[in-house]
Antibody
Framework: QLQLQESGPGLVKPSETLSLSCTVS??????????WGWIRQPPGKGLECIGT???????YYTPSLKSRVTMSVDTSKNQFSLKLSSVTAADTAVYYC??????????????WGQGTLVTVSS | EIVLTQSPGTLSLSPGERATLSCRAS???????LAWYQQKPGQAPRLLIY???SRATGIPGRFSGSGSGTDFTLTISRLEPEDFAVYYC??????????FGPGTKVDIK
């Protein structure tokens, strides 16, 4: 059973960079057709996909956040990471990491981490 | 840009009743890339349905998905107490590449 676990600071100051990591266990991060995604959910609101990364480092960032987002992958640690720069209070949210399956016959977020709340405040 | 709209915003039903949730796309999309998720308070979303109508592993048979083009439906045939939650539809393949609907809350009447 694949498991994902987010880690990182729960409090970030405005204008600074939010940094989170996701450790994958129970399976290899290096699998074709697997992508690794970050999704966020502001308190009381809906879900927004921030972007995805493949084990080879191919990335997709959602257009509204593209200028501030960097994702990376470390296959030796079975881990992938998110950096979001110049944060404001609007970036306060629960951040989830997830396995994204994309094939010719399906696409879905199949496994999710438990989520970590990141608050942007001075 | 494809926008997903879900209705109703809130559905108030009793255990044992049938729930019908709607997800409408602003233009025709491929059902191959339409998924549904369930989210309970304080928990991560859970994949229910992918490819518009295929149940994910371990999902009970009372959950079913259908639809094509712009209109998709998630049906819960008989609500169990654990089914009261928020449900999101999600599509892959347009800009943004991964988009979620705003959700439908199913609460106890």
């Amino acid at each position: 059973q694949l498991q994902l676990q987010e880690s990182g600071p729960g409090l970030v100051k405005p204008s600074e960079t939010l940094s989170l990591s996701c450790t994958v266990s129970g399976g290899s991060i290096s699998k074709t057709s697997y992508y690794w995604g970050w999704i966020r959910q502001p308190p009381g609101k809906g879900l927004e996909c921030i972007g995805t990364i493949s084990y080879s480092g191919s990335t997709y960032y959602t257009p509204s956040l593209k200028s501030r987002v960097t994702m990376s992958v470390d296959t030796s640690k079975n881990q992938f990471s998110l950096k979001l720069s110049s944060v404001t209070a609007a970036d306060t949210a629960v951040y989830y990491c997830a396995l994204v399956v994309v094939t010719a016959t399906r696409s879905s977020f199949d496994y999710w981490g438990q989520g970590t709340l990141v608050t942007v405040s001075s | 840009e494809i926008v997903l709209t879900q209705s109703p915003g809130t559905l108030s039903l009793s255990p044992g009743e049938r729930a019908t949730l709607s997800c409408r796309a602003s233009q025709s999309v491929s059902g191959t890339y339409l998924a549904w998720y369930q989210q309970k308070p304080g928990q991560a979303p859970r994949l229910l349905i992918y490819g518009a109508s295929s149940r994910a592993t371990g999902i009970p048979g009372r959950f079913s998905g259908s639809g094509s083009g712009t209109d998709f439906t998630l049906t819960i045939s008989r609500l169990e107490p654990e089914d009261f939650a928020v449900y999101y539809c999600q599509h892959y393949g347009s800009s943004p590449l991964f988009s979620f609907g705003p959700g439908t809350k199913v609460d106890i009447k």
